[in-house]
């Protein structure tokens, strides 16, 4: 398996408080993505980085922010906690080319109540 | 933008049947193509995947896919699953030369019962 470590694996949390998820790759890669798993939807970019301090939005992007200061580390910050943000949140990196596969994380469970 | 249909939301055979998904995605130019599992519990991890060449590709665990350009197809087949297939797979897409994220399906749930 790559070298990535989501955290925290679970988290519940109330509606209106900021949450920060973790990403950190050992991989030396240079996209890291964020997606989040819904029944139905199946998976959903929120934002993805190309390089240090490079990020871009998803299809999903609203409500959620990113910040990459170092190739190894990609957060995801909810500012202001929804319940439509509950979700099961996974990470993802891969190389450059844009056929190459992507690695994912084991994932965050995220219950905002 | 690119998008991505799979039609089966949940697939039940038994063990030693044959198994074909089906994904359509919809995109005007050349396009990269993958298959990922999701065993239950687990992350998901990479089938198969298609950027040239053959057009049928073969992948772990027996899986194969075959790209047809004129249906914007990339069904998954299995000649004989086992009960261990049982897993969500989903579709996936991006367009070729294009930026590296991928667009997804809603995923088919396959159980294989014993």
């Known amino acids: 398996d790559a070298g990535i470590t989501q955290s925290p694996r679970h988290k519940v949390t109330e509606t209106g408080t900021p949450v920060t998820l973790r990403c950190h790759q050992t991989e030396n890669h240079r996209y890291m993505y964020w997606y989040r798993q819904d029944p139905g939807h199946g998976l959903r970019l929120i934002h993805y980085s190309y390089g240090v301090k490079d990020t871009d939005k998803g299809e999903v992007s609203d409500g959620y922010s990113v910040s990459r200061s170092k190739t190894e580390d990609f957060l995801l910050t909810l500012e202001s906690a929804t319940s439509s943000q509950t979700s099961v949140y996974f990470c993802?990196?891969?190389?450059?080319?844009?056929?190459?596969?992507?690695?994912f994380g084991s994932g965050t469970q995220l219950s905002v109540l | 933008a690119q998008s991505v249909s799979q039609h089966n939301h949940h697939v039940i055979l038994s063990e030693a049947a044959s198994l074909e998904l089906g994904c359509n995605y919809s995109y005007g130019g050349t396009v990269n193509l993958f298959w990922y599992v999701q065993y239950p519990g687990q992350h998901l991890q990479l089938l198969l995947k298609y950027f040239s060449g053959d057009p049928l590709v073969k992948g772990i665990k027996g899986f194969e896919a075959e790209f047809i350009k004129s249906k914007f197809s990339f069904n998954l087949r299995k000649p004989s699953v086992q009960w261990s297939d049982t897993a969500e797979y989903f579709c996936a897409v991006n367009a070729a030369g294009g930026a590296n994220n991928l667009f997804f399906g809603t995923g088919t749930r396959l159980t294989v019962i014993p």
């Open positions: 993802a990196i891969s190389g450059s080319g844009n056929n190459e596969k992507l690695f």
